[in-house]
């Protein structure tokens, strides 16, 4: 599987222009051919951060064309050029059974940091961050990858409270993983106001 992060800063004020952009013209246009699942969230009042999960790379390819496409028409928007983090999934799982079309609200939390190879921070993940996943309550998925020279993690979740319940593990497994990351992990997070499952989601 293959996911693609996409975030950017907004210009003052014109968040809401770029929600009702993506909400009625973005979505309806980027359904192309193996995509699974998109979700787009705003972090705070000037940043809108944007997550899709394709079948592979060649579909992955398909919907760039598509999302420049939508870029170019809402550009005016943008305090800088979206950063664009794009790779094959290395670690993943879904623990909740989620429809096609399945419009229940979802809490979503992505966490970006720089790194200088890919291993170590796969095997951190792998066996520090996936085994707190594991016991959480209110987790729907969860992946991650390095594309880039960055690191990228995500999950997603029934509600605000049931991420704050975990994040101070997180947090503690993060104090004790000097050396892996070259900065501090910068995490983002909110509610979906669009987004859409195009298949049936099933735990794996």
């Given at each position: 599987?293959y996911?693609?992060?996409?975030?950017a800063?907004i210009?003052?004020?014109?968040?809401?222009?770029?929600?009702e952009?993506?909400?009625n013209?973005?979505?309806p246009?980027l359904e192309?051919?193996?995509m699974?699942s998109?979700?787009?969230?705003?972090?705070?009042?000037?940043?809108?951060l944007g997550?899709?999960?394709?079948?592979?790379?060649e579909?992955?390819?398909?919907?760039a064309e598509?999302?420049?496409?939508?870029?170019?028409?809402?550009a005016?928007?943008f305090?800088?050029f979206?950063k664009?983090?794009?790779g094959?999934?290395?670690?993943?799982?879904?623990?909740q059974d989620?429809?096609?079309?399945?419009?229940?609200?979802?809490?979503v939390r992505v966490?970006?940091a720089k790194?200088d190879n890919?291993?170590s921070p796969?095997?951190f993940v792998?066996e520090?961050?996936?085994?707190?996943?594991e016991e959480?309550?209110?987790l729907?998925?969860a992946?991650?990858?390095v594309a880039?020279g960055?690191?990228v993690?995500w999950?997603i979740?029934?509600?605000?409270?049931?991420?704050n319940a975990?994040?101070?593990?997180?947090?503690?497994?993060?104090?004790?993983?000097e050396g892996?990351?070259?900065?501090?992990?910068?995490?983002?997070?909110?509610?979906?106001?669009a987004?859409?499952?195009?298949t049936?989601?099933?735990k794996?």
């Amino acid at each position: 599987m293959y996911a693609v992060s996409l975030r950017a800063e907004i210009k003052d004020g014109r968040i809401g222009e770029l929600k009702e952009f993506i909400k009625n013209n973005a979505l309806p246009s980027l359904e192309v051919p193996g995509m699974i699942s998109i979700g787009f969230f705003n972090p705070d009042s000037n940043s809108n951060l944007g997550m899709a999960f394709l079948t592979n790379k060649e579909a992955a390819e398909t919907f760039a064309e598509e999302r420049n496409k939508n870029l170019m028409q809402v550009a005016d928007v943008f305090a800088s050029f979206p950063k664009v983090v794009e790779g094959e999934i290395t670690l993943g799982k879904i623990y909740q059974d989620r429809s096609a079309n399945d419009n229940e609200e979802a809490y979503v939390r992505v966490v970006f940091a720089k790194v200088d190879n890919s291993e170590s921070p796969t095997n951190f993940v792998k066996e520090k961050i996936f085994p707190i996943y594991e016991e959480a309550e209110g987790l729907r998925g969860a992946g991650f990858f390095v594309a880039d020279g960055e690191a990228v993690s995500w999950n997603i979740w029934d509600s605000e409270e049931a991420a704050n319940a975990v994040i101070p593990k997180f947090n503690e497994e993060l104090s004790s993983a000097e050396g892996i990351f070259l900065e501090d992990p910068k995490p983002y997070s909110g509610y979906l106001y669009a987004g859409k499952n195009f298949t049936d989601i099933n735990k794996t």
